[in-house]
């Protein structure tokens, strides 16, 4: 990893990490006799109090279903939730509201875009390009597309260290791609890809792009004018907010002319037996109640986020990076996969003589919460020859102390395994 420069050094000292603790009750226990050190917040963050009371507010206030009832409780509740997309749009700075549709995460994300776009787009010979360091929710969906409209699936590979390099990429491109769905970071890897090139790339070419960006939200910056992808897709739970709530930003001309996802209340303009005239966007891919206290709680997630200067917390994140980086290397027998410069936030490790089960028990037991498995990314073990691997992920709230505590529980690891 590159060395960490002296402007990250200084603005991560800026970043009262201590401070930023004490929002977060979960961190505030004792797992197994220990106080608990949260490493896995590539799969969930931890929520600060602020998300928590704003959900809780919903249910004890202003409980009632949106978009339908003149009374007060259903017109606080509704203006709780489009205030939720404002803010949603303002973060990704999407130029529309329009754009900014509600979904359960990022996988109905793109299953929606594939159910969508994918069956009313894609023709027999067409193909669809995703890399090698998907996560599974963002494969499966363009199988399924694939083998209903007789679509192919092609694979950008990825090197040794875990990058998509441009010249791998502009390799597969071809006259057909009709669409690239690619992460902006790699939940296995850390890998931050160039997406920007590969955006202008797969343009040029005259397809459209769909980023997968649920490790990415709360690591790097994301302007989706900026980037001029034509989809994004992320989950609240990673940003510090509720499971269960996600976005699909869209290009509003092309959400447009999509044909819904699925039907239901909300969706409709009018109904008859014979004919139903489907509501504005984004409502028209909104079916059903949505979770609107999951939505409001999304709002105070990003209201959280956006109280501190992104700035400072990537910094931060990336100092603890560097130093996790380092500790890990000294330890010995530990491998670490995924070296890409410039990554983020994820740090991926085998150890000589323990399967990354028994390091995840161990490490527990020490009152660490590492991930261990294959991280939803089995293309990715493949392409090491490994069916999993340890992870270690930070949040905002991560401090040296943290890696201190985890490099000890490895320690242990090693006296029990050698
Ligand atoms: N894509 C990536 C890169 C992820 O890391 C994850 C979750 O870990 C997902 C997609 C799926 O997110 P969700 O389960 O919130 O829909």
Redesign the pocket.
């Known amino acids: 990893m590159n060395e960490v420069s002296p402007i990250v050094a200084a603005s991560s000292e800026a970043f009262d990490v201590q401070r930023v603790r004490e929002d977060f009750p979960a961190l505030h226990q004792d797992v197994h006799g220990k106080p608990l050190v949260y490493l896995d917040s590539?799969?969930?963050t931890l929520k600060p109090q602020s998300v928590i009371d704003a959900v809780d507010e919903v249910y004890a206030r202003d409980c009632a279903n949106i978009h339908r009832a003149v009374h007060l409780l259903s017109q606080r509740a509704t203006a709780r939730f489009e205030e939720a997309r404002e803010k949603v749009r303002a973060f990704l700075n999407a130029s529309k509201k329009t754009e900014i549709v509600f979904t359960?995460?990022?996988?109905?994300?793109?299953n929606l875009v594939s159910h969508s776009w994918g069956r009313s787009s894609l023709r027999e010979g067409d193909e669809v390009l995703v890399t090698e360091l998907?996560?599974?929710?963002?494969i499966v969906p363009w199988q399924i597309l694939c083998q209903q409209t007789g679509a192919k699936l092609v694979v950008v590979p990825m090197t040794d260290r875990g990058e998509v390099l441009r010249e791998a990429f502009e390799n597969k491109l071809s006259e057909r791609t009709r669409l690239v769905a690619m992460?902006?970071?790699?939940?296995?890897l850390g890998t931050v890809l160039p997406v920007s090139e590969l955006i202008a790339l797969a343009h040029e070419r005259g397809a459209l792009v769909l980023l997968?960006?649920?490790?990415a939200v709360s690591h790097v910056d994301v302007d989706v004018q900026a980037l001029d992808c034509d989809f994004y897709?992320f989950?609240g739970?990673?940003l510090y907010g509720p499971?269960g709530i996600?976005v699909l930003y869209g290009k509003e001309r092309l959400l447009d002319k999509m044909p819904p996802y699925q039907g239901g209340g909300d969706m409709i303009r009018s109904v008859t037996f014979e004919e139903t005239i489907y509501n504005d966007l984004p409502y028209k891919f909104e079916a059903g109640t949505p979770h609107i206290a999951g939505a409001v709680g999304l709002g105070a997630a990003i209201d959280y986020f956006s109280s501190f200067d992104a700035e400072l917390i990537h910094a931060h994140e990336n100092a603890v990076l560097h130093y996790a980086t380092e500790a890990l290397k000294a330890v010995p027998g530990l491998r670490l996969i995924g070296t890409a410069p410039g990554k983020v936030a994820a740090l991926s490790f085998l150890m000589e003589s323990a399967h990354p089960h028994d390091i995840g028990t161990i490490v527990d037991a020490e009152g660490v919460a590492i991930r261990t498995g294959h991280?939803?990314?089995q293309p990715v073990m493949e392409h090491f020859g490994i069916a999993a691997t340890a992870r270690a992920s930070l949040g905002m709230y991560n401090s040296r102390d943290d890696i201190d505590a985890l490099v000890a529980a490895l320690r242990k690891v090693r006296e029990l395994f050698g």
């Open positions: 590539a799969a969930t359960r995460g990022t996988t109905e994300a793109i998907e996560h599974h929710s963002n992460a902006h970071v790699s939940n296995a997968d960006g649920a490790q897709a989950s739970h990673k499971t996600g991280h939803c990314a």
